[in-house]
């Protein structure tokens, strides 16, 4: 088949798969009609998505028709999977759907990528890889692929992390050293599907647009460190090289803490669960030594025993980090005119004492217009919100190019 033909034959493939996962179950004469295909083609085009496993018949449909009933048409996809792995400074979170959304994986591990070497961290992310791939097979779950999430700056095309100042990595090689690994422990990946690796905040970003439709948002981590995923227009801003968000950064206090970046006075060293928990409990500040590994859910849950018992300081502790909450999404309101800005990870988990400071200082001294129209809301997808991210990325690419999955036996 000639180039332009089989991108035309692509094209129509991803039209009639995403119209039905859009639409819902369709007749071949209704798909035909309303994407505007002749039915020869939908007919067509419908054997060869049922031959990748991508479609399935779901019934007769009579509906009070004369004569032989359609079958509707449904997305199946139940035996595609897509596997998202985010590693943040202290756990590894691991996310798995299928093609249709039905989620297969949903766990977080505790893990110290900060006090460990990239290429420990590496061989534990290989780990968990094998373990969800293991539990997809015996489902009956093929992989169509995976993206991993990584808290810093990467390099989508070659798949390297240029740097994660919080973990340590420079020019780590990520997709690289985890496709070789997959070959040598059996991991089942199609060949036109690698290994791919993204920023943890755009990743998030772009589940919060999928889960609630805002085509104009800013999300924060939420993080030991602070990063920012930015959806204008509903796209992903990447900028040129692909590291636009890098707002944890910004330099807000020239006379601030040293961050791990190198610099001193960058925002997350004011609003970051770093921050706080140094602020509230210094001897169990990240970084301390002979600390005890702890999720962040664990030290939230702590942080708020804290609260409830009236521990003093952690009420001005939680005020600040509003108030530097507020002060940075000013700049950020200022330069993107978002309608919301999403508080993920802990940020979401303490909204009701962060939200109201945050947004008064925001409405201070913002620009009245675009401020008046923006607000803070906290994310509902948790600290698993960048794995489920690049889930969906895997997924986006097979609804782009329904080739990608191989023609069943």
């Not at 602020?279 to 030594?289: D, F, H, L």
């Amino acid at each position: 088949m000639p180039a332009d033909q089989a991108l035309v034959r692509r094209a129509n493939l991803s039209l009639v798969l995403r119209h039905l996962r859009e639409r819902g179950p369709r007749s071949r004469a209704a798909v035909a009609a309303e994407t505007g295909l002749n039915k020869t083609t939908v007919t067509s085009l419908v054997a060869e998505l049922q031959a990748r496993g991508l479609l399935k018949e779901t019934g007769p449909q009579h509906e009070g028709a004369i004569g032989r009933p359609g079958l509707p048409l449904a997305l199946d996809g139940s035996a595609v999977g897509a596997l998202g792995v985010e590693v943040n400074v202290d756990y590894i979170a691991v996310f798995a759907t299928d093609l249709g959304g039905r989620v297969l994986i949903d766990r977080r591990v505790s893990f110290d990528a900060m006090g460990c070497p990239a290429e420990r961290t590496l061989t534990e992310l290989d780990s968990v890889i094998r373990q969800a791939s293991d539990g997809l097979r015996a489902l009956g779950v093929h992989l169509a692929g995976i993206t991993v999430a990584v808290p810093g700056l990467v390099d989508t095309g070659c798949g390297i992390v240029v740097v994660a100042p919080n973990l340590g990595w420079h020019n780590v090689p990520v997709a690289a050293r985890l496709s070789g690994r997959a070959g040598q422990e059996g991991v089942e990946l199609l060949a036109q599907a690698p290994i791919t690796v993204d920023n943890d905040a755009n990743l998030a970003a772009l589940a919060e647009h999928t889960a609630t439709g805002v085509s104009d948002l800013v999300y924060l981590t939420g993080e030991v460190g602070v990063g920012g995923g930015i959806i204008a227009g509903g796209r992903l801003l990447g900028g040129a090289d692909g590291f636009a968000g890098e707002v944890g950064h910004v330099l807000v206090d020239p006379g601030g803490e040293r961050c791990g970046c190198g610099r001193s006075g960058c925002w997350e060293t004011k609003v970051g669960l770093a921050a706080l928990i140094r602020k509230v409990s210094p001897e169990q500040a990240y970084g301390t030594p002979h600390q005890v590994l702890r999720d962040p859910e664990e030290r939230l849950a702590e942080l708020q025993l804290l609260r409830a018992a009236g521990e003093p300081g952690v009420e001005e502790a939680l005020a600040e980090v509003g108030r530097w909450l507020g002060r940075g999404a000013a700049t950020l309101v200022n330069l993107f005119n978002p309608r919301v800005i999403v508080l993920g990870g802990y940020f979401a988990q303490l909204a009701e004492a962060l939200i109201p400071v945050a947004q008064e200082e925001l409405e201070r001294i913002g620009v009245a217009g675009s401020v008046a129209r923006c607000r803070f809301v906290a994310s509902g997808l948790g600290f698993g919100a960048a794995s489920r991210g690049a889930a969906g990325v895997v997924v986006q690419r097979v609804l782009a190019d329904p080739t990608l999955i191989a023609v069943r036996p």
